[in-house]
Protein backbone atom coordinates (compact mmCIF):
# COMPACT_ATOMS: atom_id res chain seq x y z
CA UNK A 1 0.00 0.00 0.00
CA UNK A 2 1.48 3.40 -0.84
CA UNK A 3 1.87 6.11 1.16
CA UNK A 4 -1.53 8.34 0.55
CA UNK A 5 -3.39 4.97 0.63
CA UNK A 6 -2.32 3.94 4.14
CA UNK A 7 -3.04 7.39 5.32
CA UNK A 8 -6.68 7.17 3.57
CA UNK A 9 -7.13 4.34 5.94
CA UNK A 10 -5.56 5.26 9.06
CA UNK A 11 -7.69 8.71 8.67
CA UNK A 12 -11.27 6.52 9.06
CA UNK A 13 -10.01 6.48 12.77
CA UNK A 14 -7.27 9.66 13.25
CA UNK A 15 -6.64 12.67 11.73
CA UNK A 16 -3.03 12.58 9.99
CA UNK A 17 -0.53 14.75 8.40
CA UNK A 18 2.83 14.37 6.37
CA UNK A 19 6.45 14.06 8.17
CA UNK A 20 9.58 13.82 6.50
CA UNK A 21 12.07 10.72 7.27
CA UNK A 22 13.18 12.56 10.60
CA UNK A 23 9.74 12.80 12.06
CA UNK A 24 9.38 16.62 11.55
CA UNK A 25 5.86 17.83 9.73
CA UNK A 26 6.00 18.67 6.23
CA UNK A 27 3.41 20.77 5.81
CA UNK A 28 2.46 24.62 6.86
CA UNK A 29 0.76 24.39 10.59
CA UNK A 30 2.46 20.93 11.65
CA UNK A 31 0.39 19.07 13.04
CA UNK A 32 -2.11 20.79 13.55
CA UNK A 33 -2.93 20.79 9.81
CA UNK A 34 -3.98 17.39 10.49
CA UNK A 35 -6.97 16.11 8.57
CA UNK A 36 -9.78 13.54 7.88
CA UNK A 37 -10.62 14.87 4.79
CA UNK A 38 -9.81 12.82 2.18
CA UNK A 39 -8.96 15.47 -0.51
CA UNK A 40 -6.58 17.50 2.05
CA UNK A 41 -4.95 14.58 2.48
CA UNK A 42 -3.92 13.75 -1.28
CA UNK A 43 -2.71 17.13 -1.04
CA UNK A 44 -0.76 17.26 1.85
CA UNK A 45 0.81 13.82 1.29
CA UNK A 46 2.06 15.01 -2.12
CA UNK A 47 3.98 17.39 -0.80
CA UNK A 48 7.99 17.17 -1.32
CA UNK A 49 9.39 15.16 1.48
CA UNK A 50 6.39 13.47 2.67
CA UNK A 51 7.54 10.25 3.88
CA UNK A 52 5.94 9.18 7.05
CA UNK A 53 2.46 9.20 8.31
CA UNK A 54 1.96 11.81 11.84
CA UNK A 55 -0.86 11.68 14.11
CA UNK A 56 -1.49 14.32 16.84
CA UNK A 57 -2.03 13.26 20.56
CA UNK A 58 -4.44 14.49 23.05
CA UNK A 59 -7.80 15.61 22.77
CA UNK A 60 -8.11 15.89 18.66
CA UNK A 61 -7.23 12.05 18.51
CA UNK A 62 -8.19 10.71 21.74
CA UNK A 63 -4.46 9.29 22.07
CA UNK A 64 -1.74 9.86 24.38
CA UNK A 65 1.58 7.67 23.75
CA UNK A 66 4.48 6.70 26.34
CA UNK A 67 7.77 6.93 23.94
CA UNK A 68 10.29 4.48 24.86
CA UNK A 69 13.84 4.99 23.41
CA UNK A 70 16.13 2.65 23.32
CA UNK A 71 18.75 4.09 21.03
CA UNK A 72 22.31 5.71 21.86
CA UNK A 73 23.10 3.07 25.58
CA UNK A 74 19.18 4.60 26.93
CA UNK A 75 18.19 2.16 29.15
CA UNK A 76 14.12 1.57 27.72
CA UNK A 77 14.45 -1.90 27.56
CA UNK A 78 15.10 -2.00 31.50
CA UNK A 79 12.77 0.69 32.11
CA UNK A 80 9.80 -1.06 30.49
CA UNK A 81 11.06 -4.67 32.30
CA UNK A 82 10.78 -2.48 35.60
CA UNK A 83 7.42 -0.81 35.12
CA UNK A 84 5.75 -3.52 33.21
CA UNK A 85 2.81 -3.47 36.15
CA UNK A 86 2.52 0.10 35.39
CA UNK A 87 2.55 -0.03 31.98
CA UNK A 88 -0.49 -2.54 31.81
CA UNK A 89 -2.33 -3.95 28.97
CA UNK A 90 -2.59 -1.63 26.26
CA UNK A 91 -1.71 -1.32 22.67
CA UNK A 92 2.18 -1.52 21.82
CA UNK A 93 3.92 -0.56 18.33
CA UNK A 94 7.13 -1.27 17.60
CA UNK A 95 9.31 2.22 16.37
CA UNK A 96 11.79 2.10 13.54
CA UNK A 97 14.72 2.71 16.33
CA UNK A 98 13.90 -0.57 17.76
CA UNK A 99 11.88 1.53 20.56
CA UNK A 100 8.25 1.26 21.72
CA UNK A 101 5.37 3.49 21.89
CA UNK A 102 2.70 2.65 24.09
CA UNK A 103 -0.51 3.95 23.42
CA UNK A 104 -3.68 5.01 25.96
CA UNK A 105 -6.47 6.81 25.87
CA UNK A 106 -6.37 10.23 26.31
CA UNK A 107 -7.23 11.78 29.63
CA UNK A 108 -7.16 15.62 30.36
CA UNK A 109 -4.05 17.38 31.26
CA UNK A 110 -1.58 14.99 30.09
CA UNK A 111 0.95 17.19 27.96
CA UNK A 112 3.84 16.22 26.34
CA UNK A 113 6.97 15.95 28.90
CA UNK A 114 10.44 14.49 27.71
CA UNK A 115 13.19 12.72 29.49
CA UNK A 116 11.08 10.78 32.64
CA UNK A 117 14.74 8.55 33.40
CA UNK A 118 16.19 9.38 30.52
CA UNK A 119 14.21 6.97 28.21
CA UNK A 120 11.08 8.47 28.54
CA UNK A 121 8.72 10.38 26.62
CA UNK A 122 5.39 11.51 26.54
CA UNK A 123 3.26 12.98 24.23
CA UNK A 124 -0.46 14.09 25.35
CA UNK A 125 -1.77 17.48 24.21
CA UNK A 126 0.14 19.53 21.38
CA UNK A 127 2.24 16.83 20.71
CA UNK A 128 2.18 13.71 17.65
CA UNK A 129 3.76 10.36 17.27
CA UNK A 130 4.44 8.91 13.85
CA UNK A 131 1.81 6.06 13.38
CA UNK A 132 2.12 2.20 12.79
CA UNK A 133 1.99 2.15 9.18
CA UNK A 134 4.65 3.95 8.21
CA UNK A 135 7.45 2.80 7.18
CA UNK A 136 9.43 1.13 10.34
CA UNK A 137 6.61 1.36 12.45
CA UNK A 138 4.22 -1.25 13.26
CA UNK A 139 1.59 -2.63 15.90
CA UNK A 140 2.73 -5.63 17.81
CA UNK A 141 -0.54 -6.70 19.22
CA UNK A 142 -4.33 -5.60 19.23
CA UNK A 143 -4.74 -4.85 22.77
CA UNK A 144 -7.81 -2.26 23.84
CA UNK A 145 -6.28 1.12 24.56
CA UNK A 146 -6.34 1.29 28.55
CA UNK A 147 -6.43 4.25 30.38
CA UNK A 148 -3.01 6.37 31.04
CA UNK A 149 -0.69 4.83 33.95
CA UNK A 150 -1.61 7.81 36.54
CA UNK A 151 1.79 8.06 37.92
CA UNK A 152 3.32 8.60 34.53
CA UNK A 153 0.54 10.91 34.22
CA UNK A 154 1.67 13.13 36.96
CA UNK A 155 5.54 13.56 35.98
CA UNK A 156 3.64 14.31 32.48
CA UNK A 157 1.25 17.77 34.24
CA UNK A 158 4.39 18.32 36.10
CA UNK A 159 3.37 17.12 39.69
CA UNK A 160 5.39 15.17 41.77
CA UNK A 161 6.02 11.45 41.37
CA UNK A 162 6.84 10.89 45.25
CA UNK A 163 3.54 8.99 47.08
CA UNK A 164 1.96 12.47 48.61
CA UNK A 165 -1.07 11.33 50.21
CA UNK A 166 -3.46 14.06 51.15
CA UNK A 167 -5.34 12.93 54.40
CA UNK A 168 -8.98 14.93 55.00
CA UNK A 169 -9.88 13.56 58.45
CA UNK A 170 -9.45 16.07 61.39
CA UNK A 171 -11.41 19.14 61.85
CA UNK A 172 -9.43 21.06 63.96
CA UNK A 173 -8.94 25.33 64.01
CA UNK A 174 -5.23 26.70 64.40
CA UNK A 175 -4.80 30.21 65.84
CA UNK A 176 -5.74 32.05 62.14
CA UNK A 177 -9.42 29.94 62.58
CA UNK A 178 -7.92 28.03 59.84
CA UNK A 179 -9.43 24.44 59.53
CA UNK A 180 -6.29 21.97 60.54
CA UNK A 181 -6.89 18.53 58.26
CA UNK A 182 -3.83 17.74 56.09
CA UNK A 183 -4.52 19.64 53.78
CA UNK A 184 -1.70 22.09 54.53
CA UNK A 185 1.09 19.77 54.82
CA UNK A 186 -0.21 17.82 51.62
CA UNK A 187 0.22 21.51 49.86
CA UNK A 188 3.70 21.64 51.50
CA UNK A 189 4.99 18.13 50.63
CA UNK A 190 3.54 19.00 47.11
CA UNK A 191 5.05 21.87 46.74
CA UNK A 192 8.35 21.48 47.97
CA UNK A 193 8.62 17.72 45.88
CA UNK A 194 7.66 19.44 42.82
CA UNK A 195 10.17 22.27 43.04
CA UNK A 196 12.85 19.70 43.97
CA UNK A 197 12.03 17.39 41.13
CA UNK A 198 12.00 20.22 38.92
CA UNK A 199 15.46 21.40 40.09
CA UNK A 200 17.04 17.94 39.90
CA UNK A 201 15.74 18.10 36.07
CA UNK A 202 16.50 21.68 35.00
CA UNK A 203 18.86 22.69 37.09
CA UNK A 204 16.89 25.82 38.31
CA UNK A 205 13.73 26.71 40.00
CA UNK A 206 10.48 26.86 38.62
CA UNK A 207 8.71 30.26 37.84
CA UNK A 208 5.70 30.62 39.94
CA UNK A 209 3.21 30.80 36.72
CA UNK A 210 4.87 27.28 36.27
CA UNK A 211 3.82 25.91 39.64
CA UNK A 212 0.14 27.73 39.09
CA UNK A 213 -0.40 25.67 36.02
CA UNK A 214 1.44 22.48 36.45
CA UNK A 215 0.96 21.83 40.01
CA UNK A 216 -1.94 23.65 41.63
CA UNK A 217 -4.63 21.67 39.73
CA UNK A 218 -3.17 18.69 41.12
CA UNK A 219 -3.58 19.83 44.58
CA UNK A 220 -6.60 21.65 43.80
CA UNK A 221 -8.39 17.85 42.48
CA UNK A 222 -7.35 16.08 45.66
CA UNK A 223 -8.03 18.14 48.78
CA UNK A 224 -11.89 19.41 49.35
CA UNK A 225 -13.32 22.57 51.10
CA UNK A 226 -15.05 22.39 53.97
CA UNK A 227 -17.17 25.75 52.86
CA UNK A 228 -17.11 25.61 48.92
CA UNK A 229 -14.28 28.02 49.06
CA UNK A 230 -10.25 27.13 49.35
CA UNK A 231 -9.07 30.58 49.57
CA UNK A 232 -11.56 31.42 52.36
CA UNK A 233 -10.41 28.98 54.25
CA UNK A 234 -6.90 29.79 53.86
CA UNK A 235 -5.75 26.73 52.21
CA UNK A 236 -5.94 27.84 48.18
CA UNK A 237 -4.28 29.67 45.23
CA UNK A 238 -2.98 32.73 47.85
CA UNK A 239 -1.63 30.30 50.12
CA UNK A 240 -0.50 27.81 47.38
CA UNK A 241 1.82 31.12 45.66
CA UNK A 242 3.19 31.75 49.85
CA UNK A 243 4.56 28.24 49.73
CA UNK A 244 5.87 28.37 46.53
CA UNK A 245 8.01 31.61 47.27
CA UNK A 246 9.37 29.97 50.88
CA UNK A 247 10.00 27.03 48.82
CA UNK A 248 12.14 28.59 45.89
CA UNK A 249 13.84 30.86 48.78
CA UNK A 250 14.99 28.08 50.91
CA UNK A 251 16.23 26.78 47.56
CA UNK A 252 18.26 29.35 46.57
CA UNK A 253 19.51 30.00 49.94
CA UNK A 254 20.70 25.99 49.89
CA UNK A 255 18.10 24.71 52.68
CA UNK A 256 16.52 22.72 50.83
CA UNK A 257 18.78 19.60 52.21
CA UNK A 258 15.94 17.47 53.38
CA UNK A 259 15.35 17.07 49.44
CA UNK A 260 18.72 16.32 48.67
CA UNK A 261 19.34 19.91 46.76
CA UNK A 262 22.85 20.71 47.50
CA UNK A 263 23.58 24.40 48.19
CA UNK A 264 26.38 23.94 45.20
CA UNK A 265 24.08 23.19 42.55
CA UNK A 266 21.89 25.99 43.08
CA UNK A 267 22.04 28.43 40.27
CA UNK A 268 23.99 31.26 40.18
CA UNK A 269 22.59 34.93 40.40
CA UNK A 270 23.60 35.75 36.24
CA UNK A 271 21.95 32.51 35.01
CA UNK A 272 18.86 32.41 33.16
CA UNK A 273 16.02 33.37 34.83
CA UNK A 274 13.51 30.97 35.88
CA UNK A 275 10.61 32.29 33.62
CA UNK A 276 13.11 31.15 30.72
CA UNK A 277 14.12 27.84 32.25
CA UNK A 278 10.44 25.80 31.78
CA UNK A 279 7.57 27.48 29.93
CA UNK A 280 4.60 24.97 30.64
CA UNK A 281 7.02 21.98 30.50
CA UNK A 282 8.83 22.78 27.42
CA UNK A 283 11.60 24.82 28.01
CA UNK A 284 14.71 26.53 26.45
CA UNK A 285 16.81 24.08 25.68
CA UNK A 286 20.65 24.98 25.61
CA UNK A 287 23.19 22.79 25.19
CA UNK A 288 26.99 23.23 25.19
CA UNK A 289 28.72 21.37 22.40
CA UNK A 290 32.36 20.70 21.80
CA UNK A 291 33.75 20.65 18.14
CA UNK A 292 37.01 18.98 17.04
CA UNK A 293 38.71 21.06 13.82
CA UNK A 294 37.45 18.47 11.52
CA UNK A 295 34.21 18.97 12.72
CA UNK A 296 34.62 22.65 11.99
CA UNK A 297 35.95 22.36 8.65
CA UNK A 298 33.05 20.18 7.75
CA UNK A 299 30.93 23.14 8.72
CA UNK A 300 29.01 24.51 5.51
CA UNK A 301 29.02 28.12 4.40
CA UNK A 302 26.59 29.99 5.74
CA UNK A 303 22.66 30.14 3.82
CA UNK A 304 20.86 33.18 3.11
CA UNK A 305 17.77 33.26 3.68
CA UNK A 306 17.42 36.60 1.67
CA UNK A 307 20.07 36.27 -0.86
CA UNK A 308 23.24 38.47 -0.15
CA UNK A 309 21.51 40.05 2.73
CA UNK A 310 19.97 38.14 5.59
CA UNK A 311 21.69 34.63 6.46
CA UNK A 312 19.78 31.96 8.15
CA UNK A 313 20.08 31.74 12.23
CA UNK A 314 21.57 35.09 12.51
CA UNK A 315 21.51 38.00 14.20
CA UNK A 316 20.69 41.26 12.29
CA UNK A 317 19.47 44.93 12.46
CA UNK A 318 17.76 47.19 9.95
CA UNK A 319 18.23 50.66 10.51
CA UNK A 320 17.83 54.46 9.00
CA UNK A 321 16.58 57.83 9.52
CA UNK A 322 12.76 57.96 10.55
CA UNK A 323 10.47 57.56 7.34
CA UNK A 324 13.49 55.98 5.39
CA UNK A 325 10.88 52.73 4.58
CA UNK A 326 12.46 50.64 7.01
CA UNK A 327 9.33 48.28 8.27
CA UNK A 328 8.49 48.39 4.45
CA UNK A 329 11.34 46.68 3.35
CA UNK A 330 11.35 44.42 6.89
CA UNK A 331 7.72 43.21 6.17
CA UNK A 332 8.96 42.64 2.11
CA UNK A 333 11.66 40.33 2.94
CA UNK A 334 9.66 38.52 6.16
CA UNK A 335 6.60 37.72 3.45
CA UNK A 336 8.90 36.57 0.72
CA UNK A 337 10.70 34.35 3.28
CA UNK A 338 6.80 32.79 3.72
CA UNK A 339 5.94 32.82 0.27
CA UNK A 340 9.32 31.72 -0.57
CA UNK A 341 9.05 33.68 -3.42
CA UNK A 342 12.03 35.62 -4.88
CA UNK A 343 13.22 39.26 -3.56
CA UNK A 344 13.53 41.42 -6.50
CA UNK A 345 14.82 38.45 -8.15
CA UNK A 346 17.15 37.23 -5.47
CA UNK A 347 16.04 33.92 -4.45
CA UNK A 348 14.92 33.24 -0.57
CA UNK A 349 14.50 30.22 1.99
CA UNK A 350 10.94 29.19 2.76
CA UNK A 351 10.05 29.25 6.35
CA UNK A 352 8.22 30.19 9.06
CA UNK A 353 7.90 33.89 10.09
CA UNK A 354 6.71 35.47 13.40
CA UNK A 355 6.42 39.46 13.00
CA UNK A 356 6.54 41.36 16.26
CA UNK A 357 4.88 44.31 14.94
CA UNK A 358 5.00 46.71 17.80
CA UNK A 359 3.93 49.81 15.86
CA UNK A 360 0.38 48.39 15.37
CA UNK A 361 -1.72 45.93 13.93
CA UNK A 362 -3.54 48.69 11.25
CA UNK A 363 0.16 49.31 9.63
CA UNK A 364 1.12 46.22 9.06
CA UNK A 365 -2.53 44.90 7.98
CA UNK A 366 -2.12 47.54 5.11
CA UNK A 367 1.15 46.94 4.42
CA UNK A 368 0.45 42.89 4.02
CA UNK A 369 -1.97 43.23 1.92
CA UNK A 370 -0.73 45.52 -0.80
CA UNK A 371 2.23 43.35 -0.92
CA UNK A 372 -0.31 40.84 -1.69
CA UNK A 373 -1.87 42.48 -4.06
CA UNK A 374 1.02 43.99 -5.58
CA UNK A 375 2.48 40.57 -5.93
CA UNK A 376 -1.13 38.60 -6.76
CA UNK A 377 -0.07 36.15 -4.71
CA UNK A 378 -2.94 34.92 -1.93
CA UNK A 379 -2.42 35.66 1.86
CA UNK A 380 -4.73 32.70 2.98
CA UNK A 381 -2.37 29.80 4.83
CA UNK A 382 1.16 31.55 4.63
CA UNK A 383 3.08 30.69 7.98
CA UNK A 384 3.33 34.11 8.78
CA UNK A 385 2.33 35.47 12.10
CA UNK A 386 1.92 38.97 13.62
CA UNK A 387 2.26 39.51 17.16
CA UNK A 388 0.35 42.88 18.15
CA UNK A 389 0.84 42.49 21.92
CA UNK A 390 3.45 44.92 23.36
CA UNK A 391 6.62 42.87 24.20
CA UNK A 392 9.86 44.06 26.31
CA UNK A 393 12.77 42.42 24.53
CA UNK A 394 14.43 44.54 27.38
CA UNK A 395 13.39 42.69 30.45
CA UNK A 396 16.20 41.14 32.52
CA UNK A 397 13.42 38.31 33.80
CA UNK A 398 12.77 37.71 30.45
CA UNK A 399 8.90 37.44 31.01
CA UNK A 400 7.88 38.33 27.38
CA UNK A 401 10.21 36.30 26.07
CA UNK A 402 8.64 32.84 27.54
CA UNK A 403 5.33 34.22 27.03
CA UNK A 404 6.05 34.68 23.33
CA UNK A 405 8.07 31.20 23.10
CA UNK A 406 4.82 29.20 25.06
CA UNK A 407 2.58 30.91 22.55
CA UNK A 408 4.72 29.94 19.02
CA UNK A 409 5.20 26.38 20.50
CA UNK A 410 1.21 26.38 21.00
CA UNK A 411 1.04 27.44 18.19
CA UNK A 412 2.89 25.56 15.71
CA UNK A 413 3.74 22.53 18.07
CA UNK A 414 7.32 21.13 16.60
CA UNK A 415 7.32 23.53 13.44
CA UNK A 416 10.09 26.08 13.94
CA UNK A 417 10.03 29.80 13.01
CA UNK A 418 13.40 30.73 10.71
CA UNK A 419 12.87 34.34 11.24
CA UNK A 420 11.45 36.60 14.49
CA UNK A 421 11.30 40.66 13.51
CA UNK A 422 11.40 42.61 16.23
CA UNK A 423 9.49 45.73 14.55
CA UNK A 424 10.59 48.37 15.98
CA UNK A 425 13.61 47.80 18.99
CA UNK A 426 12.68 51.32 20.78
CA UNK A 427 8.47 50.10 20.79
CA UNK A 428 9.93 46.86 22.24
CA UNK A 429 12.30 48.22 24.94
CA UNK A 430 9.84 48.93 27.31
CA UNK A 431 11.01 51.72 29.80
CA UNK A 432 14.90 50.55 29.54
CA UNK A 433 17.77 53.12 27.87
CA UNK A 434 18.50 52.66 24.40
CA UNK A 435 22.07 54.39 25.39
CA UNK A 436 22.82 51.96 28.02
CA UNK A 437 25.16 48.98 27.25
CA UNK A 438 23.92 47.09 29.94
CA UNK A 439 19.77 47.45 28.69
CA UNK A 440 21.04 46.70 25.12
CA UNK A 441 23.02 43.95 26.57
CA UNK A 442 19.54 42.30 27.65
CA UNK A 443 18.22 43.11 24.50
CA UNK A 444 20.74 41.13 22.87
CA UNK A 445 20.35 38.16 24.99
CA UNK A 446 16.86 37.85 24.98
CA UNK A 447 17.12 38.08 20.95
CA UNK A 448 19.89 34.92 21.19
CA UNK A 449 17.42 33.11 23.07
CA UNK A 450 14.68 32.89 21.22
CA UNK A 451 17.33 32.08 18.60
CA UNK A 452 18.97 29.26 21.10
CA UNK A 453 15.33 28.02 21.37
CA UNK A 454 13.93 27.85 17.74
CA UNK A 455 17.53 27.54 16.04
CA UNK A 456 16.48 30.70 13.82
CA UNK A 457 17.56 34.16 12.76
CA UNK A 458 16.11 37.40 14.48
CA UNK A 459 15.88 40.46 12.35
CA UNK A 460 15.66 43.77 14.63
CA UNK A 461 14.07 47.13 12.76
CA UNK A 462 15.89 49.91 14.62
CA UNK A 463 16.91 53.94 13.92
CA UNK A 464 19.60 55.96 13.50
CA UNK A 465 19.84 59.42 13.66
CA UNK A 466 18.92 62.09 11.01
CA UNK A 467 22.12 60.91 9.47
CA UNK A 468 22.46 56.97 8.71
CA UNK A 469 26.24 57.35 8.09
CA UNK A 470 26.57 58.16 11.60
CA UNK A 471 25.14 54.54 11.94
CA UNK A 472 22.40 53.08 14.87
CA UNK A 473 21.00 55.30 17.42
CA UNK A 474 22.04 54.14 20.95
CA UNK A 475 24.55 51.76 22.69
CA UNK A 476 27.28 50.18 20.38
CA UNK A 477 26.57 46.95 22.64
CA UNK A 478 23.84 46.28 19.45
CA UNK A 479 26.48 46.61 16.64
CA UNK A 480 29.54 44.66 18.21
CA UNK A 481 26.50 42.05 18.78
CA UNK A 482 25.28 41.10 15.32
CA UNK A 483 26.07 39.86 12.13
CA UNK A 484 24.45 41.76 9.65
CA UNK A 485 23.67 45.10 9.34
CA UNK A 486 21.31 47.17 6.63
CA UNK A 487 21.38 50.86 6.63
CA UNK A 488 18.62 52.54 4.84
CA UNK A 489 19.26 56.34 3.29
CA UNK A 490 16.52 57.85 1.46
CA UNK A 491 17.52 60.28 -0.45
CA UNK A 492 16.07 63.97 0.34
CA UNK A 493 12.43 64.94 -1.22
CA UNK A 494 12.15 61.69 -3.14
CA UNK A 495 11.02 58.89 -1.88
CA UNK A 496 14.23 56.41 -3.27
CA UNK A 497 16.00 54.59 -0.69
CA UNK A 498 19.48 53.16 -1.12
CA UNK A 499 19.93 49.90 0.84
CA UNK A 500 23.58 49.42 2.24
CA UNK A 501 25.27 46.54 3.73
CA UNK A 502 27.87 48.05 6.23
CA UNK A 503 28.06 44.38 8.43
CA UNK A 504 28.57 40.94 7.48
CA UNK A 505 30.17 38.52 9.09
CA UNK A 506 31.72 35.96 7.18
CA UNK A 507 31.17 36.60 3.96
CA UNK A 508 31.69 40.02 1.42
CA UNK A 509 28.80 42.37 1.86
CA UNK A 510 26.09 43.72 -0.48
CA UNK A 511 26.45 45.85 -3.28
CA UNK A 512 24.47 48.76 -2.74
CA UNK A 513 20.93 48.88 -3.97
CA UNK A 514 18.30 51.26 -4.90
CA UNK A 515 14.60 50.97 -4.29
CA UNK A 516 11.40 53.67 -4.70
CA UNK A 517 8.56 53.49 -2.86
CA UNK A 518 5.36 52.97 -4.86
CA UNK A 519 2.23 53.34 -3.88
CA UNK A 520 -0.85 50.70 -4.12
CA UNK A 521 -4.34 51.01 -3.56
CA UNK A 522 -7.05 48.14 -2.52
CA UNK A 523 -10.20 47.75 -1.21
CA UNK A 524 -10.68 45.42 1.75
CA UNK A 525 -13.86 43.46 1.03
CA UNK A 526 -14.45 43.20 4.35
CA UNK A 527 -14.78 46.79 5.13
CA UNK A 528 -15.42 48.01 2.01
CA UNK A 529 -13.12 51.13 2.02
CA UNK A 530 -9.89 51.80 -0.11
CA UNK A 531 -6.77 51.49 1.52
CA UNK A 532 -3.43 52.68 0.24
CA UNK A 533 0.05 51.01 0.99
CA UNK A 534 3.44 51.04 -0.21
CA UNK A 535 5.50 48.82 -2.06
CA UNK A 536 9.07 48.80 -2.50
CA UNK A 537 10.72 48.85 -6.09
CA UNK A 538 14.25 48.02 -7.31
CA UNK A 539 14.93 51.17 -9.06
CA UNK A 540 16.27 50.89 -12.74
CA UNK A 541 18.19 54.06 -13.39
CA UNK A 542 19.49 54.41 -9.45
CA UNK A 543 21.35 57.19 -8.90
CA UNK A 544 25.13 56.84 -9.66
CA UNK A 545 25.89 58.63 -6.52
CA UNK A 546 23.64 59.14 -3.68
CA UNK A 547 26.33 61.35 -1.99
CA UNK A 548 26.48 63.99 -4.85
CA UNK A 549 24.87 66.93 -2.90
CA UNK A 550 28.17 66.15 -0.64
CA UNK A 551 30.98 68.12 -2.11
CA UNK A 552 29.44 68.40 -5.55
CA UNK A 553 31.05 71.49 -5.89
CA UNK A 554 34.51 70.80 -5.19
CA UNK A 555 33.75 67.36 -7.67
CA UNK A 556 32.67 69.57 -10.45
CA UNK A 557 35.22 71.86 -10.00
CA UNK A 558 38.38 69.44 -10.19
CA UNK A 559 36.59 67.40 -12.86
CA UNK A 560 37.13 70.63 -15.38
CA UNK A 561 40.57 71.64 -14.02
CA UNK A 562 41.41 68.06 -15.15
CA UNK A 563 39.91 68.63 -18.58
CA UNK A 564 41.16 71.77 -19.26
CA UNK A 565 44.51 70.24 -18.40
CA UNK A 566 44.64 67.70 -20.61
CA UNK A 567 43.25 69.72 -23.41
CA UNK A 568 46.05 72.15 -22.90
CA UNK A 569 49.00 69.22 -23.25
CA UNK A 570 49.44 67.93 -19.66
CA UNK A 571 49.51 64.62 -20.64
CA UNK A 572 51.44 62.02 -18.95
CA UNK A 573 52.68 58.25 -19.43
CA UNK A 574 54.07 55.86 -17.18
CA UNK A 575 53.31 51.91 -17.94
CA UNK A 576 49.67 51.54 -19.09
CA UNK A 577 48.53 54.45 -17.47
CA UNK A 578 47.83 58.12 -18.69
CA UNK A 579 46.97 61.30 -16.67
CA UNK A 580 47.89 64.42 -15.07
CA UNK A 581 50.75 64.44 -12.06
CA UNK A 582 49.41 65.71 -8.77
CA UNK A 583 52.20 68.24 -8.68
CA UNK A 584 50.60 69.68 -11.87
CA UNK A 585 47.26 69.62 -10.58
CA UNK A 586 48.04 71.31 -7.32
CA UNK A 587 50.12 74.10 -9.39
CA UNK A 588 47.00 74.64 -11.65
CA UNK A 589 44.38 74.64 -8.76
CA UNK A 590 46.72 77.66 -7.18
CA UNK A 591 47.01 79.65 -10.96
CA UNK A 592 43.12 79.30 -11.26
CA UNK A 593 42.29 80.01 -7.81
CA UNK A 594 44.39 83.20 -8.11
CA UNK A 595 43.03 84.19 -11.35
CA UNK A 596 39.27 83.88 -10.93
CA UNK A 597 39.07 84.24 -7.24
CA UNK A 598 41.97 87.02 -6.37
CA UNK A 599 43.40 84.38 -3.57
CA UNK A 600 45.55 81.96 -3.43
CA UNK A 601 43.51 78.40 -3.12
CA UNK A 602 44.01 77.09 0.74
CA UNK A 603 45.11 73.92 1.97
CA UNK A 604 41.74 72.94 3.37
CA UNK A 605 39.86 73.57 0.19
CA UNK A 606 42.81 71.73 -1.83
CA UNK A 607 41.68 68.50 0.76
CA UNK A 608 38.16 68.63 0.21
CA UNK A 609 38.63 68.84 -3.52
CA UNK A 610 40.66 65.75 -3.55
CA UNK A 611 38.92 64.04 -1.13
CA UNK A 612 35.65 64.52 -2.61
CA UNK A 613 35.62 63.89 -6.37
CA UNK A 614 37.77 61.35 -5.79
CA UNK A 615 35.81 58.86 -3.79
CA UNK A 616 32.91 58.06 -6.62
CA UNK A 617 34.80 55.93 -8.45
CA UNK A 618 34.62 57.75 -11.72
CA UNK A 619 37.75 60.14 -10.94
CA UNK A 620 40.48 59.07 -8.56
CA UNK A 621 44.04 59.62 -7.76
CA UNK A 622 46.58 57.31 -7.53
CA UNK A 623 48.93 57.97 -4.37
CA UNK A 624 51.49 55.81 -5.10
CA UNK A 625 53.35 57.45 -8.17
CA UNK A 626 51.13 60.75 -7.75
CA UNK A 627 49.33 60.81 -10.80
CA UNK A 628 45.73 61.37 -11.32
CA UNK A 629 43.22 59.81 -13.05
CA UNK A 630 39.94 60.69 -14.84
CA UNK A 631 37.65 58.09 -16.60
CA UNK A 632 35.27 59.91 -18.79
Same mark, same amino acid.
Given at each position: MDLISTALEIAEE?????????????????????????? =? &? =?????????????????????????? &??????????? %?? *?????????????????? @? %??????????????? @??????????? @???????????? *??? +???????????????????????????????????? +??????????????????????????? !??PSMEWMVENVYPTYEARVKSRTGDLNAEGRGIDEFRKKVTSTITRGIEGKLTDLHIAPTKVAPANSLPASLVEVSGRGFERQIKLRTLGELSNTPPPTFMVADYLIEKSFAVMYGAPASYKSFLAIDWALSIAHGADWNGRPTQQGTVVYLAMEGQSGITNRAEAWHRDRKLSNEGIPFYAVTNPISMADAEATDVALLSEAVKDLLGTVRPSLFVVDTLARSFGGADENSATDMGIFVRNCDLLREQFDCAVLAVHHSGKDVEKGLRGSSALLGAVDTS? !???????????????? *??????????? %?? =?????????????????????????????????????????????????????????? =????????????RDELNRISVTTQGKPFHRENHKRVTTNWSCDGSVFIIHNNELINERW
Open positions: YPVFPCDVKKRPVCQGGFKAATQDPD =E &I =ERLFSTQGAALIGVPTGDISGLSVID &IDVRDGKQGEK %WV *KDNAELLGQTRVAETQSG @G %WHYYYKHSAGIRNRA @GIDGCVDVRGS @GGYCVFPGSIGY *KWL +NDNDFAPFPPTVAAQSTGTATASLAAPMGGSDIDSL +NRVVDGREKYMARLVMASVADYYRENG !AFI !ALGRKAETQQVCVKNP *KQKDVEEAEPL %WL =EAREVSFVREAFGQEQTSLVLDVMENAPSNEKKAQGSKHRDFAVKVLRGMLDEGFLHT =EGDFSGVKLSDF
